[in-house]
């Protein structure tokens, strides 16, 4: 992956779980880095840590649902460096639970970051590198933006939403010398799940569930997704286990429905699901 070294990255959510992940291997490989996170102080010390292991990164404080702070950092790192070679929208929010219980502002909050700051990513980055005739956009999606997830339906909803954004972008952005593309992790070990909206059953509930379901590591997950961009894949699935369950619904959606069902029934009777 010499392909990245010299090249100028933005990471978005790079502070923590698979942002932090792609910076540390980033910096391994040479390239330039911003880390930009809503956590200014993690965000620092995840830029301090690839400068003392021999990278080049600083960090940016950013809430990527605020367009106008998303231009600024897109133009800033294009004025300091001349270009930008990767945006790499990663920030987002999981909220679990029974659809029932969401509320307007749940919704919202979860559209504001997991879709909408893509969007405020790809409308800062896309024209600059148009512009410069080269630039690769990934986009962080999901397994749950490939398969039906019930107790993550806002979460799928986003997911699916980031994925169809890249598929389609893919095709605009190929003529004008652009490359997207979307990584869809299955479970991955990252601060996401402690941080998650949970709106019945507790945490402590649910995190059997999810260490049942054996997630990967964070760094073997961004060496798979920074193999796949440096391959220019389209969608990025990891590990294997995800790309078989996404085959599996792709062709015995049948059979997949009703364990979808079943799961989520016995989600329900978790202590404190209704």
Not at 45 to 68: F, K, M, P, W, Y
Not at 71 to 79: K, P, Y
Not at 161 to 172: F, K, P, Q, Y
Not at 190 to 210: F, K, S
């Amino acid at each position: 992956m010499d392909g990245f070294r010299d090249k100028v990255a933005v990471v978005t959510g790079g502070a923590s779980g698979i942002g932090r992940a792609l910076c540390e291997q980033l910096g391994r490989h040479g390239a330039i880095l911003v880390v930009a996170d809503i956590d200014a102080e993690k965000a620092e010390a995840v830029a301090q840590g690839i400068g003392n292991g021999g990278g080049r990164a600083r960090s940016a404080a950013l809430d990527v649902t605020q367009a106008e702070a998303v231009r600024q950092l897109i133009d800033a790192t294009v004025a300091a460096h001349g270009r930008i070679d990767y945006l790499f929208n990663n920030a987002g929010i999981a909220i679990v639970g029974d659809a029932i219980h969401m509320t307007a502002a749940d919704w919202e909050r979860i559209i504001a970051v997991n879709l909408r700051g893509v969007v405020n990513g790809v409308a800062a980055a896309y024209p600059r590198m148009i512009a410069q005739r080269g630039g690769h956009i990934v986009n962080t999606a999901s397994m749950a933006g490939l398969l039906p997830m019930p107790a993550l339906v806002a979460y799928a909803m986003t997911k699916h939403a980031v994925l169809g954004l890249s598929a389609s972008l893919r095709i605009e952005a190929a003529p004008l010398g652009v490359r997207v593309s979307a990584v869809c992790p299955g479970f991955v070990n990252t601060g996401i799940v402690e941080a998650a909206q949970y709106l019945d059953a507790p945490r402590e509930a649910v995190a059997p569930v999810l260490r049942f379901l054996r997630p990967i590591e964070a760094s073997d997950c961004a060496r798979a997704a920074l193999r796949g961009v440096s391959r220019n894949r389209a969608i990025i699935v990891i590990p294997f286990a995800a790309r078989l369950g996404w085959w599996f619904y792709r062709v015995f959606p049948q059979l997949w429905l009703p364990a979808a069902r079943w799961a989520m029934g016995r989600y329900r009777e978790l202590p404190g699901a209704s």
